[in-house]
């Protein structure tokens, strides 16, 4: 996926000529080829007012016009950080819905939580206080360790992610940080729901945890599930195990991935989480169910 100007749905073939089976279909448009850190951890991408894409790898990016459609590659300029702190939102409230589609400032579902948004996706979430929301024009993604043109594997928009920090490795503009746990939201194109589900939960676990091992990747049977709001759709869990421990950062990994219709209700959305498993101060399970409850649609941003 995003390879050049490689419209969404074209096939990628990497080495040995074998198609990747955890490509994807881009929401977003294909950016430029950034420049590499040197390892598969996530990268961020800013996009700025729906029409621009800063790619962020050290302190340098590229700014590309087309938001949706084909981009346009300019010149390198200073990205923004990854850091940049995200909209505040009013983390103390609560309110109940009994209606999936929600505010265009919604309040928490869960007492004392915080509400993540994607207007531009029509999604909206609630994390634990301790999580980091990126702003909403942020997307994050993961690619081929051995890829030159770092061409995403998948990828979600406006992210929160638990201790974004978590375990680092490099130095300098080659330092990478990798999150403990992160969780976004995309649109989905040419597929049902239930490959999609299986798609982004088995995608975060190879870019992310297993690669260049796709064997140590087992995903649960779909299920149908429903949120609290009534939100409906596929269901599907997945973990990585027996990844060997070939660095600090390296370990087990889990991911969910929730896929719904969006708020027009002619396509499908999807919302995935995925976490380091059976580590120090590991997400429980629990807690990535109770985040889950809480996906609920938005009206989207015009």
């Given at each position: 996926?995003w390879?050049g100007?490689q419209?969404?749905g074209?096939p990628r073939?990497?080495?040995g000529g074998?198609?990747?089976?955890y490509?994807?279909?881009?929401p977003?448009?294909?950016?430029?080829q950034p420049p590499?850190?040197g390892g598969?951890?996530?990268k961020v991408i800013a996009?700025?007012?729906?029409?621009a894409?800063?790619?962020?790898?050290?302190?340098t990016?590229f700014l590309?016009l087309g938001g949706?459609?084909?981009?346009?590659?300019?010149d390198?300029?200073p990205?923004?950080?990854?850091s940049s702190p995200?909209?505040?939102?009013?983390?103390?409230?609560s309110?109940?819905?009994?209606?999936?589609?929600a505010?265009h400032d919604p309040?928490?579902?869960?007492?004392?939580?915080k509400v993540?948004t994607n207007?531009?996706?029509?999604?909206a979430?609630?994390?634990?206080p301790?999580?980091?929301?990126?702003q909403?024009?942020?997307v994050?993604?993961?690619?081929?360790n051995?890829?030159p043109e770092?061409?995403?594997?998948?990828a979600?928009?406006?992210?929160?992610m638990?201790?974004p920090?978590w375990?680092?490795s490099g130095?300098?503009?080659?330092?990478?940080n990798?999150a403990?746990a992160a969780?976004g939201?995309r649109s989905?194109?040419?597929q049902?729901?239930e490959?999609a589900a299986r798609a982004?939960a088995e995608a975060?676990?190879?870019?992310?945890?297993?690669q260049?091992?796709?064997k140590?990747?087992?995903?649960?049977p779909?299920?149908?599930y429903?949120?609290?709001?009534?939100?409906s759709?596929?269901l599907?869990t997945?973990?990585?195990?027996?990844?060997p421990?070939?660095?600090?950062c390296?370990?087990?990994?889990?991911?969910?991935?929730?896929?719904?219709?969006n708020?027009?209700?002619?396509e499908?959305?999807?919302w995935?989480?995925?976490?380091a498993?059976?580590?120090?101060n590991e997400?429980p399970?629990?807690?990535?169910r109770?985040?889950l409850?809480?996906?609920r649609?938005?009206?989207p941003?015009?």
């Amino acid at each position: 996926m995003w390879q050049g100007q490689q419209s969404p749905g074209d096939p990628r073939h990497p080495q040995g000529g074998q198609a990747n089976p955890y490509q994807q279909p881009s929401p977003y448009g294909p950016p430029p080829q950034p420049p590499r850190g040197g390892g598969n951890r996530t990268k961020v991408i800013a996009i700025a007012a729906a029409t621009a894409v800063v790619i962020a790898a050290g302190v340098t990016g590229f700014l590309v016009l087309g938001g949706d459609k084909d981009a346009e590659a300019k010149d390198p300029k200073p990205a923004t950080s990854p850091s940049s702190p995200a909209p505040s939102t009013d983390p103390g409230a609560s309110a109940g819905t009994d209606n999936p589609r929600a505010d265009h400032d919604p309040k928490p579902v869960v007492p004392g939580w915080k509400v993540v948004t994607n207007p531009a996706k029509g999604v909206a979430f609630d994390v634990p206080p301790e999580w980091d929301r990126k702003q909403t024009d942020w997307v994050t993604y993961v690619a081929e360790n051995d890829d030159p043109e770092d061409k995403p594997l998948v990828a979600f928009m406006a992210p929160a992610m638990l201790d974004p920090a978590w375990c680092s490795s490099g130095s300098g503009d080659k330092k990478e940080n990798m999150a403990l746990a992160a969780a976004g939201s995309r649109s989905e194109r040419g597929q049902d729901p239930e490959a999609a589900a299986r798609a982004n939960a088995e995608a975060w676990l190879y870019g992310f945890y297993t690669q260049p091992d796709k064997k140590k990747i087992k995903s649960a049977p779909a299920e149908q599930y429903t949120t609290k709001s009534g939100l409906s759709g596929t269901l599907v869990t997945s973990a990585a195990s027996g990844v060997p421990k070939k660095n600090k950062c390296a370990s087990d990994g889990k991911a969910t991935a929730f896929v719904f219709k969006n708020p027009k209700g002619n396509e499908y959305t999807s919302w995935t989480l995925f976490a380091a498993k059976d580590v120090k101060n590991e997400l429980p399970d629990d807690t990535v169910r109770k985040i889950l409850s809480t996906v609920r649609l938005m009206d989207p941003a015009k």
